[in-house]
């Protein structure tokens, strides 16, 4: 990928970058994973910590669907998956994010967001950021019970122009069935059916399941319990996250 590190056209350095080299870049950019069963919260939580830390939240989620919508040819590929609840191959995903790890704005930090989900991925990410000299610094891992994951996510409204998610009963939209934010009208997205969701769940303990161990046995992971108010998970997430450069 090309290198956030370097100095673009204009010969000018990101704010962060110090000249002795990526190993003694200041104020402690924030690279960052955001994992856990679907309808963890994992969007609502990386929306509030991208805006916290001024770093983009890269969803692979978002990213499929927002390829699905446009028609191309690998949106509809991965929605064949993304339909069925299955996960969506390793190299469609790796391309993905190695194409958008590459733009000037990752190279502050970023949040991935329902990305590495399985010991491929980790290990490719691993791989991409090291070229770099770069690492990942933390994982965060939401927890939550499988019967709270399906009320969430049966009763989840999705806004498809900003990908901001609202629940029927636990947190609504001002206006019934309009984003607060970009006045879209919301949908239930197609993999929140009952039947999918199931097949979700069943996936995510399958592949990702392995990729919490992974990070464990690298002393990287930090569970959090989603079981909670929103913002008390946001507030539990910041203290893993910041108690780390203390
Ligand atoms: P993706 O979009 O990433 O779906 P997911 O991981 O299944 O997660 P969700 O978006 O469903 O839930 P969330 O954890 O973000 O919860 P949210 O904040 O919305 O991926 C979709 C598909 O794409 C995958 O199934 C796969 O096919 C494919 N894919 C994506 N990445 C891939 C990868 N790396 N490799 C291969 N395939 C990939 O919240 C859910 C609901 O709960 C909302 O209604 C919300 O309002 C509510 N809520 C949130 N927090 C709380 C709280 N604290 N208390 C009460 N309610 C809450």
Redesign the pocket.
């Known amino acids: 990928m090309a290198s956030p590190l370097s100095p673009d056209a204009a010969g000018t350095r990101h704010p962060w970058y110090n000249e002795a080299g990526p190993a003694s870049w200041v104020n402690c950019p924030m690279r960052f994973a955001l994992l856990?069963?679907?309808?963890?919260?994992?969007?609502?939580?990386?929306d509030l910590l991208a805006s916290r830390y001024g770093i983009p939240k890269i969803?692979?989620?978002?990213m499929?669907?927002e390829a699905a919508r446009a028609g191309t040819d690998l949106g509809l590929q991965?929605k064949a998956?993304?339909d069925h609840?299955?996960?969506?191959?390793?190299e469609m995903?790796l391309a993905l994010v190695r194409e958008r790890l590459a733009r000037p704005d990752s190279g502050a930090g970023f949040l991935l967001?329902?990305?590495?989900?399985?010991v491929r991925?980790a290990d490719s990410l691993h791989e991409m950021l090291a070229q770099e000299g770069l690492a990942l610094e933390a994982v965060i891992d939401?927890e939550v019970d499988t019967e709270e994951l399906i009320r969430?996510?049966s009763?989840?409204?999705?806004c498809p122009v900003c990908e901001r998610?609202?629940?029927l009963v636990?947190?609504p939209p001002r206006v019934p069935g309009m984003c607060d934010l970009s006045h879209g009208a919301l949908i239930q997205?197609d993999?929140?059916r009952e039947q999918v969701i199931r097949e979700?769940l069943a996936?995510?303990r399958r592949r990702t399941a392995p990729v919490l161990s992974h990070y464990q046995t690298q002393g990287l992971l930090r569970p959090v319990c989603?079981?909670?108010?929103?913002d008390?998970?946001t507030a539990a997430i910041i203290g893993q996250l910041e108690k780390r450069s203390n």
């Open positions: 856990g069963p679907p309808g963890a919260g994992k969007g609502t939580q990386a969803s692979t989620g978002d499929l669907r991965a998956y993304t609840g299955l996960l969506v191959p390793d995903i967001d329902g990305f590495p989900r399985t991925q939401l969430r996510l009763g989840r409204r999705t998610s609202y629940h636990g947190r997205r993999d929140d979700r996936e995510y989603g079981q909670q108010p929103a008390a998970v």
